[in-house]
């Protein structure tokens, strides 16, 4: 080795990645991740890999289920608006509201953050908002990755990733084959966006020159930014109330593809949903969008929630009281609308009076 005391010392941070701040993060979240132990976890954060035991979360024949997802994006709005705290709540959301479709209660969830140069004060808010999301589902946030790579991500810039495994107990799986014509569908609220369709979104803010800190042009009462950004809602908790007391055939999360591609992924090829776009309210938000952005009503119902988190599919003897239980556990309920017999290969979504309720 030359030991030439002219040639520069090179440094891991002078490549741009600070162990001593990646250490301090370490210790700065500790108590998050705390925050969020329940049975089953137990460990502190730091080994090479997390221990959960399904025994001890009171599981006897449980199956696993697992889901990953990001935030897309939405983290941009959040950049642009130095706002870290909400974009975990819904990294959170994203994959359990995944689990409990099938009846999964999420146990476990990991995070991933990779950032060109770590800013530990938004990672903290960042993380902070992951132990918050974890909360708001019952699990437990037992271990993650923070990743600095200068040269992939530019100055200020991060993605997120999330994994989460749930269990359910392998009779109580939630199958395709319980359903049948004549089943009631109902909708729960969203709280907004939630996490999918900000390519458009953000293409209509630049294209219109808009502004985020402005009043919002369909609520003067919050920013543009903050109604964009208002975390996913999670479901998990009153959903899986409502399914535990068997009221519940079957859970589609609104996610990318809206409602006509999320909803055919729980129905066998017999069945259809129809809807009836008059049945709930479409939300001031996704109004604008259309309007501003002269969106056609399939394609707004096609790329967003349009005002629906998750399409419940419930008996139709049993829609009273599911109606009931969720909105007693927080969620705002519709009757949207039924299952029905498929004629050939016709679509398996059916939405009436879409263009004359959504259409200005």
């Known amino acids: 080795m030359n030991s030439d005391s002219s040639k520069k010392s090179y440094s891991y ?17 500790k108590p998050l991740a705390a925050s969020t132990r329940r049975a089953g976890a137990d ?4 080994g090479f890999g997390a221990i959960f035991d399904p025994r001890a979360a009171g599981f006897k024949d449980p199956l696993l289920i697992s889901a990953t997802d990001g935030v897309g994006t939405k983290l941009k709005v959040a950049i642009d608006m130095n706002r870290h705290d909400t974009v975990g709540i819904d990294l959170v959301a994203m994959c359990v509201n995944d689990l409990v479709v099938q009846g999964a209660e999420p146990l476990f969830f990991l995070d991933y953050f ?60 939630l199958k395709a084959d319980s359903l049948d014509d004549g089943n009631v569908l109902l909708g729960l609220a969203s709280s907004g966006l939630h996490s999918n369709g900000f390519s458009l979104v953000r293409k209509i803010v630049g294209d219109f020159k808009l502004d985020y800190a402005a009043p919002a042009p369909f609520d003067s009462s919050i920013t543009l930014g903050d109604a964009l950004i208002a975390p996913t809602r999670i479901y998990v908790k009153s959903c899986l109330e409502a399914v535990r007391a068997k009221h519940i055939l079957a859970l589609s999360h609104i996610t990318g593809g809206g409602l006509y591609e999320n909803i055919p992924r729980v129905l066998p090829k017999h069945l259809a949903a129809r809807l009836d776009a008059k049945s709930w309210p479409l939300p001031p938000l996704f109004r604008w969008l259309a309007e501003l952005g002269n969106i056609e009503a399939k394609e707004l ?19 009273e009281a599911a109606t009931k239980m969720l909105t007693a556990a927080g969620e705002t309920v519709y009757r949207i609308g039924e299952l029905v017999a498929r004629e050939g290969d016709a679509a398996q979504v059916i939405i009436n009076r879409l263009e004359e309720n959504w259409q200005s």
């Open 43 to 46: 460990a502190d954060l730091g």
């Open 114 to 173: 990779a950032t060109g140069g770590l800013d530990v004060s938004a990672a903290r808010d960042i993380i902070k908002g992951i132990a918050e999301g974890c909360r708001q589902a019952g699990c437990a946030l037992i271990g993650g990755e923070t990743a600095e790579m200068p040269g992939m991500y530019a100055k200020g810039d991060y993605d997120l990733a999330g994994f989460t495994v749930g269990a359910v107990e392998r009779d109580d799986l």
């Open 13 to 29: 941070k002078d490549a741009g990645v600070d162990i001593v701040a990646g250490n301090s993060l370490v210790e700065a979240i």
């Open 301 to 319: 119902a096609t790329t967003f929630n349009c005002g629906l988190g998750m399409v419940v599919v419930v008996p139709a003897e049993k829609a």
